[in-house]
């Protein structure tokens, strides 16, 4: 976790470089793609939103979690507000569970990088 929190002080000092900021971000998912099973949820989802990131985390009644970005929200402003928020989930990305659905989450940000 101090090696991230670490990267993450970096990544903060170089905003204004992109190629930088770029190569940071990618060593940030990396390493909390190795080390999740060993963070708290909060700790990689919150690291997740500082990368500029949505994560969503859904639950079906059914016992399967997703986490999902993709969305349509109405325009909202920067203080909590009433929202309407509508998902579309495929099949593939509801799991057994939270941890699951998070490291599935995060292996498809990093196949789309």
């Known amino acids: 976790m101090q090696e991230i929190d670490k990267l993450f002080d970096l990544r903060e000092k170089?905003?204004?470089d992109d190629l930088i900021v770029e190569d940071l971000t990618?060593?940030?998912?990396?390493?909390?793609?190795k080390h999740q099973p060993n963070l708290?949820?909060?700790y990689?989802?919150?690291?997740?939103?500082?990368?500029?990131?949505?994560?969503?985390?859904?639950?079906?009644?059914?016992?399967?979690?997703?986490?999902v970005e993709s969305y349509l929200q109405s325009l909202s402003n920067k203080s909590p507000?009433?929202?309407?928020?509508?998902?579309?989930?495929?099949?593939?990305?509801?799991?057994?569970?939270?941890?699951?659905?998070?490291?599935s989450y995060i292996f498809d940000i990093l196949k789309g990088s």
């Open 14 to 16: 170089s905003i204004e």
């Open 26 to 33: 990618q060593k940030i998912l990396q390493l909390l793609q």
């Open 40 to 42: 708290h949820v909060d």
């Open 44 to 67: 990689v989802i919150e690291s997740l939103t500082k990368l500029g990131f949505a994560p969503n985390i859904l639950y079906d009644d059914n016992g399967h979690f997703a986490i």
């Open 81 to 103: 507000e009433n929202q309407y928020l509508a998902f579309q989930i495929q099949k593939d990305d509801w799991k057994n569970s939270i941890r699951t659905a998070l490291t």
